[in-house]
């Protein structure tokens, strides 16, 4: 009489077709995909070089720093929000929820043709400052701020009441408190999901193209779909993924390890 498999055995059996299904799969798409049209649309090097240095030193350059003024005006107004979120007065709570709510469930896209088009018309004869940098920094501010309030929001509630007690009774007022004592310890706990939020913006910044910009203005993917438009390849378009993959990988890396570090130090 045959004996029955062991968990470890049958687990082990598991994992195996797991691996032979998984190995087959990609036999099956390498030995079906037209490689040379794929190389001929994607991958023209002669191409590829001439889109350089300019990928770096216009879209790129524009892609970074349209994303970190996004994330330092989303930083910035999110801590207000979030501190409205908490505080006592109800109207400061109603206002927060409520932006919140409407900037969380409206699609990024939606909060760059209002910054474009209806701030304009609903305030005729000004100017965002900073032409097309100011409006991108602005969408991607407003936007990145609904999420950023509720993380700092929990990394605030996340730190002990007993840190809040004891500056109290050092003779701190609630606001040097918060600002000395409770906020910096709640940066701490939020960083990893903040730099997370970094990374998401970074790929948020493609959305400037519905605002119209000029050719020293592009970012990674106007500037590679504008190329490709003109060469008829694709190629640049690859180029441009490319280098949005040299910033997002080390910064998810850089997610992870302070999620690591966080989980060790807790």
Same mark, same amino acid.
């Given at each position: 009489m045959t004996s029955r498999l062991t968990r470890r055995q049958r687990r082990r059996i598991s994992q195996g077709v797991q691996y032979a299904v998984f190995v087959a799969v990609l036999v099956l798409i390498g030995l079906g995909? *037209?490689? *040379? =049209? %794929? &190389?001929?649309? /994607?991958? &023209?090097? *002669? %191409?590829?070089?001439? %889109? /350089?240095? *300019?990928i770096i030193t216009i879209a790129l350059r524009n892609t970074v720093v349209y994303t970190v003024s996004g994330f330092v005006f989303g930083l910035v107004l999110g801590l207000v929000i979030a501190l409205m979120r908490l505080s006592s007065v109800a109207p400061y709570r109603w206002v927060a929820s409520v932006y919140i709510e409407i900037f969380r469930g409206l699609p990024a896209l939606l909060i760059f043709i209002f910054v474009g088009v209806a701030v304009p018309l609903a305030f005729p004869g000004?100017?965002?400052?900073? $032409?097309?940098? $100011?409006?991108?920094?602005?969408?991607? $501010?407003?936007?990145?701020?609904?999420?950023?309030?509720?993380?700092? =929001?929990? $990394?605030? &509630?996340a730190v002990p009441k007993g840190q809040m007690e004891a500056a109290r009774s050092l003779g701190f007022s609630h606001a040097r408190a918060m600002v000395s004592v409770v906020i910096p310890q709640a940066f701490r706990i939020v960083i990893p999901p903040l730099t997370n939020e970094l990374v998401l913006l970074f790929k948020d910044s493609s959305l400037v193209l519905f605002l119209g910009v000029t050719l020293q203005e592009r970012e990674l993917t106007k500037f590679g779909r504008d190329l490709a438009s003109q060469t008829a390849n694709s190629t640049p378009i690859l180029v441009a993924g490319l280098c949005y993959l040299l910033v997002t990988v080390p910064l998810s890396i850089v997610v992870r390890r302070l999620e690591a570090r966080a989980d060790k130090a807790r």
């Open positions: 995909a *037209d490689w *040379d =049209r %794929l &190389q001929n649309q /994607f991958a &023209q090097k *002669d %191409l590829a070089s001439e %889109l /350089f240095p *300019d000004t100017e965002i400052p900073g $032409g097309t940098y $100011g409006k991108v920094a602005l969408g991607l $501010g407003l936007v990145a701020a609904a999420y950023m309030a509720e993380t700092i =929001r929990a $990394g605030i &509630q």
